[in-house]
């Protein structure tokens, strides 16, 4: 049988495959792979790494934003409050916003620096001593 299609009939799409001949995704795509050259034991410290940092960053963004949504919807008198030179309190708090932003920012780019990056490059490099699959 020929690869080519008959030019009287349509082309029969052979750039994919049809569905009931993919193969299934894998239940734990999202994890990162395996691999017999690198230390298990240093992947499970990056994931950790990766999700300490992810949690610090998030929490202190979002959790400011909430604490003054909070304050907004159930303390109204503390918000109205005059704090100094004609700005209430709710202002104030929500000026605050962008500087609690920039320090999430900031952890990030430390938690980055101190334990994310460390152990990047020291697996790559015991990747790279044993042929693995660092690129």
């Known amino acids: 049988m020929s690869s080519q299609p008959h030019p009287s009939q349509p082309y029969p799409f052979r750039a994919y495959p049809p569905p009931h001949t993919r193969a299934p995704a894998h239940p734990h ?18 994931r950790t790494a990766y999700r300490w940092q992810r949690r610090v960053a998030t929490l202190t963004a979002l959790g400011y934003f909430t604490l003054f949504l909070l304050l907004s919807a159930f303390a109204p008198g503390l918000m109205n409050r005059s704090a100094t030179g ?19 920012l900031v952890l990030y780019e430390y938690s980055a620096r101190r334990r994310v990056d460390p152990l990047v ?3 790559r490099r015991q990747c790279r001593k044993g042929g693995g699959y660092a690129r």
């Open 29 to 46: 795509s999202h994890r990162l792979p395996r691999h017999p050259d690198a230390p298990s034991g240093e992947l499970r410290l990056l």
């Open 86 to 104: 004609g700005l209430s309190t709710g202002l104030l708090i929500g000026l605050c916003q962008l500087p609690v932003t920039c320090l999430a």
């Open 121 to 123: 490059h020291r697996i």
